[in-house]
Structures are given as structure tokens and as C-alpha cells.
């Protein structure tokens, strides 16, 4: 009997296999870590075959966690870190180079002169991105422009290139299947929103070859079946891909237009369904899709945060005032409030609204009453400022006020930064009782492509809230905070 659902969450630090039943019950998770490399000053890589080998440790693990045999697997669900690339031989399957990781800025200068270009209106028109380095697009030129044997082997059509959705794809079906969904598609400043399609004029701009790319593809059908792997037996049908803040927003059923989340991970990223519309953002967020399901295609307006979740290990591996990132919340606690201390995580530039690949971090405010638990008081207070930075220019892109922002992610699990966080917006925060929303999504997806769900509304009737956050601070101390802040971003 195939009953159950197996979710692949390949994320930045780790890699993560989920066994859920139909009532959305997680029998098992595996768990295995993977070093980031830092070549230099800015840049950031993963060994692509590293990735592979976590992915291959962790789905035995869950199985064997769970008590259950892989005959049992009805479809396979894929979440991802978005805008990280890797190119490969399609022959081999041999990486030419490192994965270059959405957080890595080597291609700030690429930007920049592509920028002095005239550019970026033609690229947020077509894809609704900004030209920056976090995007895939300027990855795959720089590959192509600094390894001679990829650039070589995609004009002889002999490499591929993909986003890590499509690199576990290709590996999990013995290389028969290289595709993308268009939620992936949809970050690489590659595709045109409207017919979500690759943007010839984009394409020919960073001199890409059109047949190294994946093809496009819905983020619920079957792309192909598992093969050749000594992890799971032939035959299992990989039915769901999506991005991980996408799968986060299907995750958190936040299927009406209006409805939105924010993931608390390495960064925060804060999604809002607009539904069929392609909403232009005139705040300098992103326009992106949610997901396509049939012929039926949701978009939405993002922000995003590079460095959220990081300022807490930065804490931990940094300036090493906590031991584990789950001491921070009693930390912090043991200040009644920030003493004056403001911190702007600008560790690898700003993200949205700010868009400064050139920002560095600043803690402002230091005196010699400061103490560990002010620092630690003002990195939670850092991140939901961040968030909301992202939402008051969300709220005047979609022309509508939020009422409540379903929150998910590792760091969701703090009280102190959640009830700050509805302080600061004004809205109230809900935290469901399975916070590994990203996961949920990609297993959600392949669920509806295989029959486990019948539709979206089964779905929606098995969520479940853990907790309500609602505002309590005066406005008057909002206001403060939010004039300190203010004043810090000034100087980064």
C-alpha cells in the first residue's frame, strides 16, 4: 500500500527527510548537516556532491526512523534553497564546479555595471527581480565566463545547469529528468512572468545557451521516477517541487490572495499571495510565483532578509556569547529591554527593501552598561525590524493592510522575538503546530500530483495553530524603536 508521503528539504546548512501520513502526521524526520566553503571575502559555495550525500543519508534515516519500508513511498516532494546553481556533465554527472550559493555576492560588480547599463527596468519588468547577486542568472554567466570546461561543454550542449531542485532531480532519476518547477524558474532572473517561459532577450543579454537550462514544469505533476539508487527502489514518482519559501506559503495554506507568512530561517522571508495577479512592486520587492497547479497560477510579492537566523549563530560561532542558538530567548529576557543597543545584521549586505550589496553590519548604541543580554535582546529585535521594513512596503505594493502573518521557521519557536514581532506590525502573529512548514509544502505538492489529498481544501482542514501572538506595546514605544532603527540603518 502506498500511503505515504516523502519530502526532500535541501537547505542551506543541512539536509532534511520527512515521512508524513495523510492527517499530516511527520513519522519521521532525517537530519544531516554539510559544510558551507568560503573561498573568499563574500563568496559562499557548497560541494554539490556533498549535497548529494546528505540527501542519500537522510532518506534511509527517516525511513528507518519512521518503521516503514520505502514500497510504501506514494510520491516524493522537493523543497530547496531557491537561487543557488550547480552545472554539471550530462553524460557524467560530474559537477564542473561548486555550487555558488544564493547568499554569495561575486557577481556585486556584474550587477552593478549591468545596472550602469540600463538594465534593471528590462529585468524587473520581464521577472519582477532586482539585478543583484542573489539571483541565479549572474551565477550561471559567472560560471560561464571563469570555468573553461563548463563553458566549453554547454556550447558543445554537453553540460546542464540547474537550480538544487534540478540537480536532485536529475540524480534521483538516474539523469532521465531535467526539469525545474516554475517557482524555482521564477528566481533565476531568467524567466518571464507572463508566460512563464525562459526570456530569450534575457538569455542572449548574459549569452546563456538555452539548452543547458532545465525544462519548466508545474509544481505538482510527475516529472519522472526514481532510478538506479541504492536509497529508495526504482519506480517512486517525484510529484512536487517548489522553492522553500513557496513551499512555505503552500505549507502554511495560504492558498486565498491576501493571506501571507514569514519564514525565520537563515534569513526571513515574508511572502504574500496576490493570487492570479501579477502585482509590480514600486518598493523594491520582488514579484515572484507561488506555484503553478494545473493550468491555475498564483503569484506574490516578496521580501527578503539575508541574515536573520545567521545573527544568531553569529552570536553562537562569532562573538561566541551563547553557547547554542536556543539560549538566546533567556539571554535576552534577562534585559528588560534593548538598554539602547541597536544591531543591523547587515553581515552580507542588505536584502529588500534596501537592496546595498555593499552594507556591512553595525551595533549601535554600546556603552559600558552594555551587557550579553542587551546584544542578545537587540538580534531578535533586528530581525523583526527587518520584517517590518519588508511589510510596510509590502502593505503599499498590494494597496491592502495585513491582519495576521502566519510565521514559521527554526527561530519561530521564540516567544520574545514573535510577540515583538506583532508589536512592531500591528497584526497578529500565528504560529502553527508544525513549523516545518517548507517541508509540509513540498509533501502537500506531491500529495495533490499522486492522490494522497484530493484538493486544497482537505488540505486547509488539517491546519492547525499552535499559538496567537496580538500587539501589546504602546505606539509610543513602537515609535521609538522604530526611530533607533531608523537611525541605525543610516549607518551601515
Same mark, same amino acid.
Given at each position: 500500500?502506498?500511503?505515504?508521503?516523502?519530502?526532500?528539504?535541501?537547505?542551506?546548512?543541512?539536509?532534511?527527510?520527512?515521512?508524513?501520513?495523510?492527517?499530516?502526521?511527520?513519522?519521521?524526520?532525517?537530519?544531516?548537516?554539510?559544510?558551507?566553503?568560503?573561498?573568499?571575502?563574500?563568496?559562499?559555495?557548497?560541494?554539490?556532491?556533498?549535497?548529494?550525500?546528505?540527501?542519500?543519508?537522510?532518506?534511509?534515516?527517516?525511513?528507518?526512523?519512521?518503521?516503514?519500508?520505502?514500497?510504501?513511498?506514494?510520491?516524493?516532494?522537493?523543497?530547496?534553497?531557491?537561487?543557488?546553481?550547480?552545472?554539471?556533465?550530462?553524460?557524467?554527472?560530474?559537477?564542473? #564546479?561548486?555550487?555558488?550559493?544564493?547568499?554569495?555576492?561575486?557577481?556585486?560588480?556584474?550587477?552593478?555595471?549591468?545596472?550602469?547599463?540600463?538594465?534593471?527596468?528590462?529585468?524587473?519588468?520581464?521577472?519582477?527581480?532586482?539585478?543583484?547577486?542573489?539571483?541565479?542568472?549572474?551565477?550561471?554567466? $559567472?560560471?560561464?565566463?571563469?570555468?573553461?570546461?563548463?563553458?566549453?561543454?554547454?556550447?558543445?550542449?554537453?553540460?546542464?545547469?540547474?537550480?538544487?531542485?534540478?540537480?536532485?532531480?536529475?540524480?534521483?532519476?538516474?539523469?532521465?529528468?531535467?526539469?525545474?518547477?516554475?517557482?524555482?524558474?521564477?528566481?533565476?532572473?531568467?524567466?518571464?512572468?507572463?508566460?512563464?517561459?525562459?526570456?530569450?532577450?534575457?538569455?542572449?543579454?548574459?549569452?546563456?545557451?538555452?539548452?543547458?537550462?532545465?525544462?519548466?514544469?508545474?509544481?505538482?505533476?510527475?516529472?519522472?521516477?526514481?532510478?538506479?539508487?541504492?536509497?529508495?527502489?526504482?519506480?517512486?514518482?517525484?510529484?512536487?517541487?517548489?522553492?522553500?519559501?513557496?513551499?512555505?506559503?503552500?505549507?502554511?495554506?495560504?492558498?486565498?490572495?491576501?493571506?501571507?507568512?514569514?519564514?525565520?530561517?537563515?534569513?526571513?522571508?515574508?511572502?504574500?499571495?496576490?493570487?492570479?495577479?501579477?502585482?509590480?512592486?514600486?518598493?523594491?520587492?520582488?514579484?515572484?510565483?507561488?506555484?503553478?497547479?494545473?493550468?491555475?497560477?498564483?503569484?506574490?510579492?516578496?521580501?527578503?532578509?539575508?541574515?536573520?537566523?545567521?545573527?544568531?549563530? $553569529?552570536?553562537?560561532?562569532?562573538?561566541?556569547?551563547?553557547?547554542?542558538?536556543?539560549?538566546?530567548?533567556?539571554?535576552?529576557?534577562?534585559?528588560?529591554?534593548?538598554?539602547?543597543?541597536?544591531?543591523?545584521?547587515?553581515?552580507?549586505?542588505?536584502?529588500?527593501?534596501?537592496?546595498?550589496?555593499?552594507?556591512?553590519?553595525?551595533?549601535?548604541?554600546?556603552?559600558?552598561?552594555?551587557?550579553?543580554? #542587551?546584544?542578545?535582546?537587540?538580534?531578535? &529585535?533586528?530581525?523583526?525590524?527587518?520584517?517590518?521594513?519588508?511589510?510596510?512596503?509590502? &502593505?503599499?505594493?498590494?494597496?491592502?493592510?495585513?491582519?495576521?502573518?502566519?510565521?514559521?521557521?527554526?527561530?519561530?519557536?521564540?516567544?520574545?522575538?514573535?510577540?515583538?514581532?506583532?508589536?512592531?506590525?500591528?497584526?497578529?502573529?500565528?504560529?502553527?503546530?508544525?513549523?516545518?512548514?517548507?517541508?509540509?509544502?513540498?509533501?502537500?505538492?506531491?500529495?495533490?500530483?499522486?492522490?494522497?489529498?484530493?484538493?486544497?481544501? &482537505?488540505?486547509?482542514?488539517?491546519?492547525?495553530?499552535?499559538?496567537?501572538?496580538?500587539?501589546?506595546?504602546?505606539?509610543?514605544?513602537?515609535?521609538?524603536?522604530?526611530?533607533? $532603527?531608523?537611525?541605525?540603518?543610516?549607518?551601515?
Amino acid at each position: 500500500m502506498r500511503d505515504l508521503i516523502l519530502a526532500i528539504d535541501q537547505g542551506t546548512t543541512g539536509s532534511r527527510a520527512f515521512v508524513l501520513d495523510p492527517q499530516l502526521n511527520v513519522l519521521a524526520i532525517g537530519y544531516a548537516e554539510f559544510p558551507q566553503h568560503f573561498p573568499k571575502p563574500g563568496w559562499v559555495e557548497h560541494d554539490p556532491e556533498e549535497i548529494w550525500a546528505s540527501v542519500r543519508k537522510v532518506i534511509p534515516e527517516a525511513l528507518q526512523k519512521a518503521g516503514v519500508g520505502a514500497e510504501r513511498i506514494a510520491g516524493i516532494g522537493i523543497t530547496n534553497q531557491r537561487e543557488t546553481v550547480v552545472a554539471w556533465d550530462r553524460h557524467t554527472g560530474k559537477p564542473y #564546479h561548486n555550487a555558488i550559493v544564493w547568499q554569495c555576492r561575486r557577481t556585486a560588480d556584474m550587477c552593478r555595471v549591468m545596472r550602469e547599463r540600463g538594465l534593471e527596468e528590462i529585468f524587473q519588468k520581464s521577472t519582477g527581480l532586482l539585478l543583484d547577486p542573489y539571483f541565479s542568472g549572474t551565477k550561471i554567466a $559567472w560560471l560561464l565566463e571563469n570555468v573553461p570546461a563548463f563553458a566549453k561543454a554547454a556550447k558543445k550542449g554537453d553540460a546542464l545547469v540547474g537550480t538544487i531542485d534540478t540537480f536532485l532531480t536529475w540524480r534521483l532519476t538516474g539523469g532521465a529528468a531535467h526539469v525545474t518547477d516554475v517557482s524555482n524558474a521564477s528566481r533565476t532572473l531568467l524567466m518571464n512572468l507572463e508566460d512563464l517561459a525562459w526570456d530569450e532577450q534575457l538569455l542572449d543579454i548574459f549569452e546563456l545557451p538555452p539548452a543547458i537550462l532545465p525544462a519548466i514544469k508545474t509544481s505538482s505533476e510527475i516529472y519522472g521516477q526514481t532510478r538506479g539508487l541504492d536509497v529508495l527502489p526504482d519506480g517512486l514518482p517525484i510529484a512536487g517541487i517548489a522553492g522553500d519559501q513557496q513551499a512555505a506559503l503552500f505549507g502554511q495554506a495560504c492558498f486565498a490572495p491576501g493571506t501571507a507568512k514569514c519564514t525565520y530561517g537563515t534569513g526571513s522571508f515574508l511572502l504574500w499571495n496576490t493570487g492570479p495577479v501579477i502585482v509590480p512592486s514600486l518598493n523594491r520587492l520582488l514579484t515572484t510565483v507561488a506555484w503553478k497547479i494545473g493550468d491555475e497560477v498564483n503569484y506574490a510579492l516578496e521580501g527578503s532578509c539575508f541574515i536573520s537566523g545567521a545573527a544568531v549563530q $553569529w552570536l553562537r560561532d562569532g562573538l561566541q556569547i551563547i553557547q547554542k542558538s536556543s539560549d538566546i530567548e533567556a539571554l535576552a529576557a534577562q534585559a528588560p529591554d534593548n538598554g539602547g543597543v541597536v544591531f543591523v545584521p547587515a553581515l552580507v549586505g542588505l536584502g529588500a527593501p534596501h537592496w546595498n550589496a555593499e552594507a556591512k553590519g553595525v551595533i549601535w548604541g554600546l556603552t559600558r552598561g552594555t551587557t550579553r543580554a #542587551h546584544i542578545a535582546r537587540a538580534t531578535l &529585535e533586528a530581525i523583526a525590524l527587518q520584517n517590518y521594513d519588508l511589510l510596510k512596503a509590502m &502593505e503599499a505594493d498590494a494597496g491592502a493592510k495585513l491582519s495576521l502573518l502566519r510565521v514559521d521557521g527554526g527561530a519561530s519557536v521564540n516567544n520574545l522575538l514573535l510577540q515583538f514581532q506583532a508589536d512592531l506590525l500591528g497584526c497578529d502573529i500565528s504560529r502553527p503546530k508544525m513549523v516545518e512548514t517548507t517541508a509540509l509544502g513540498a509533501a502537500l505538492l506531491a500529495g495533490l500530483a499522486v492522490g494522497i489529498w484530493p484538493n486544497r481544501d &482537505e488540505v486547509s482542514a488539517r491546519w492547525q495553530e499552535d499559538k496567537r501572538f496580538k500587539p501589546q506595546m504602546a505606539p509610543s514605544k513602537v515609535d521609538r524603536h522604530l526611530t533607533l $532603527w531608523t537611525a541605525a540603518l543610516g549607518r551601515v
